[in-house]
């Protein structure tokens, strides 16, 4: 069978993800999923669309991420895995819509100003 490929993103991260029917098996950037994200927090985040869809074991998942930190990438994998699960099977989709898996979350960081030690903070003010 072949892949069904789907493009995630989060702050800075940008995650292509394969998926196609297997044994479960889990690989990004070529490196084992344990490897990569070696927290559970991270771990469950990005499994989050599969056991809200009980499709666990069911898919062989191929990412490739890049930019970002730890955080941004997993939530880039957990958005194109969500969506190239849609890909697969349509009548998922209200599940993860309601669950907010197909959202994109566009908080970004903030520029910093100029003249201006941050985004949003100031120098002290001095009267004299």
């Not at 990569?36 to 490739?64: H, M, N, S, W």
């Not at 194109?80 to 994109?104: F, H, I, Y």
Request: proline share 4%; glycine share 12%; with cysteine.
């Amino acid at each position: 069978m072949e892949f069904t490929w789907a493009t995630g993103r989060r702050k800075c991260g940008a995650a292509r993800v394969r998926i196609r029917a297997g044994s479960g098996r889990v690989t990004v950037n070529k490196r084992d999923f344990e490897a990569y994200f070696p927290t559970e927090a991270l771990r469950g985040y990005i499994l989050q669309p599969l056991q809200v869809t009980g499709a666990e074991g069911k898919y062989d998942i191929v990412c490739t991420v890049k930019g970002g930190g730890d955080v941004g990438q997993a939530g880039a994998v957990r958005h194109g895995l969500a969506r190239a699960l849609v890909k697969t099977d349509p009548s998922l989709r209200d599940v993860l819509k309601e669950s907010g898996m197909l959202t994109r979350d566009s908080r970004v960081k903030e520029r910093k100003k100029p003249g201006q030690p941050g985004a949003r903070k100031r120098f002290q003010f001095s009267k004299r």
